[in-house]
C-alpha cells in the first residue's frame, strides 16, 4: 500500500468515524432527558451572562447581582419541565415581578413604621416574615405558584435605596428569559422530531424477501410502511433455484419450475397447484426457502403499487436449492439502496433462524414480521417499549404510519412499583409528543408478557424491539421480549436498529 493509499484509506476511517459520532450524538439527544439537561447547561448560564452584561450597559450593576439568584433559579425551573406547571410566561413574568413589587411594598410598609427612610429600614424577622407571607398570598391569589418570588420579595429588603429600579429590572429580565424561552420550546423542543430523530427519516427504501409463512401479508406491511413518504420504494426480493431455470426471464410455476412454452404470462399462476396449509406463500424450498415466480412477485408488485401508491420493483437471485442467505440480502440491500429490510419470521430448533439472526447482527435496520392470520391492514397498533430513544421513536414512527389517521396507536410501559409510575408516565408522554397525532399511553404493573397476552386480542400488530442494545448480562437475567410472547394472539413485528 502506497502513500497515497494509506491516505485514502485514513480519511475513510475518519469518515466513518465521523458519521458513527455524529449518529451516537443524535440516539444521545433522542432522549428528551438529555435534551433538556443540554439546554438547561448552554441556555440558564447564557440568559444570566446576558442579564448581566445589559445590567453593565444600563449602569445597574448593583441591582444585577441582588437578581441572578431568582432569575438563575427560576430560569431553571422554566427549561427543566418546558411543559410543566411552571412552563408559563405569565407565571414565569407575573411570579417574579408580583414577589419584587411585594418586597417593595414591605420596605414602603416598614420604613413608615420605622419612621425612618426606606435607605434606612432595619430589615428584622418580622419583615422578613410578612414580605414572604404576601408573597405567598399574591402568587396563590394570582395563580402564579412561582418559588422563585420568595426569592425576589426577600432581596427587595437588601437592595436599600434601589427597590425601584431592581422591580423593574426583574420585570425586564424575566420577559427577555420568557422570550428566548418561548423560541426554544416553540422551535427546538416541540420540532425535536424534525431535527434530531433520525428514526423518522429512515424506512422509505424497504427490500422484502419473499420469505417466511406469510410472505404477501409481509410485502403489504412494508408497502404501507412506506405509503405517503417522499422517495419511497419497495423493492421485492424472489429466490429461483440455481438448477431450476438459467435465466430469469424464463417463466416459472410457483415451485421453481420452468413453465411450457406459451405457458407464461399474466394467468401463470392461476395453474398452480393451491397450499393446503391456507398460507398465502407458495411451496417452500429446503431449508426454509421460497421460491416464487417472476410473474407472481410481478403481479404482487402491481396490487401493492395500486392500493398503497409506492414504487415497486422486482428482483430475482439464484441460489442452490432457492434459498437465498443473509448475506444475499444484504448485497441487494446495497445494490438496491434500500435502509430497511423487512422480512417474515421464521424459526429453527426452537430459537431464530440463522437467517433472521444473520440479519439482527447486520448493519442494517431490520423488521421481522409474525403474521397470525395474513392480514394486510392494521389499524390498531400497539408499542410497548422498554426505555426512551430512538428504537422507541422509529417504532412509534412505524405504528403511527400503518394505523393511519383513522387507526389507534397506543404505548405502553410495565412497572414492578409504584414508584416508577412517575417517571414511566413522563418518558411516555415524551415519546408521543413527537408524533402529530392523538397516541395512547398505557402504564401496566404487569410483566409485559402478562400484559400483552391481557390486551393483543384488541389489537391487530404489536411493534417491538429486538433488544439488540441490551447488555449479555441483561439477557441472561431475562430474555428479549418478543421471546416471551409467543402466545401473541394478533400480529407481531420486531424492530432491530442497526443502522
Known sequence: MDASDR??????????????????????????????????LVFVPLLVATVSYLSEVFAIRAVSFFLFPPLASATYTLFSDPEGRYASPWRFVGGLTTGALVGYATVQVGARVQGVGPAALEV??????????????????????????????????????????????????SAFVTGVFLLWRRHLFEERARYLYSSIEGGDRVLVPWRGDYPLATAHLGAALTAGQEGSKVVLLGTVAEDAVSEFDVPVDVAGRPLPDGAGGADADATAPADPSGSDSPPAAPEGGTVVSATRLETVADELRHRYGVPTEVVLVSAPGGRATAGTVLDVVDDTNCDLVVTGFETADGGLSRFVGDLFRSETDVLVHRSADGRTAWQDVLVPVRKAGEVAHRMIEFATRLAGEAGRVSVCHCVTTDRERGPA?????????????????????????????????????VVVGSSGNRSRASRLVSRPTFERIEAVECD??????NA
Open 7 to 40: 491516505l485514502r484509506y485514513g480519511l475513510a476511517r475518519l469518515r466513518r468515524l465521523e458519521r458513527r459520532e455524529v449518529r451516537d450524538l443524535r440516539a444521545w439527544l433522542e432522549h428528551t432527558g438529555n435534551l433538556i439537561h443540554l439546554s438547561i
Open 124 to 173: 428584622t424577622a418580622v419583615w422578613a416574615g410578612l414580605s414572604v407571607f404576601l408573597a405567598a398570598g399574591a402568587t396563590w391569589a394570582l395563580d402564579l405558584e412561582e418559588p422563585a418570588a420568595f426569592s425576589t420579595a426577600l432581596l427587595v429588603l437588601v437592595t436599600r435605596t434601589t427597590q425601584e429600579a431592581y422591580v423593574v429590572s426583574v420585570f425586564l429580565s
Open 425 to 461: 408516565s413522563r418518558m411516555l408522554s415524551n415519546l408521543v409528543e413527537t408524533v402529530s397525532r392523538e397516541v395512547e399511553t398505557h402504564i401496566a404493573a404487569l410483566p409485559i408478557e402478562q400484559y400483552l397476552a391481557r390486551v393483543a386480542p384488541s389489537y391487530d400488530l
Open 492 to 497: 407481531v413485528a420486531i424492530l432491530d436498529r
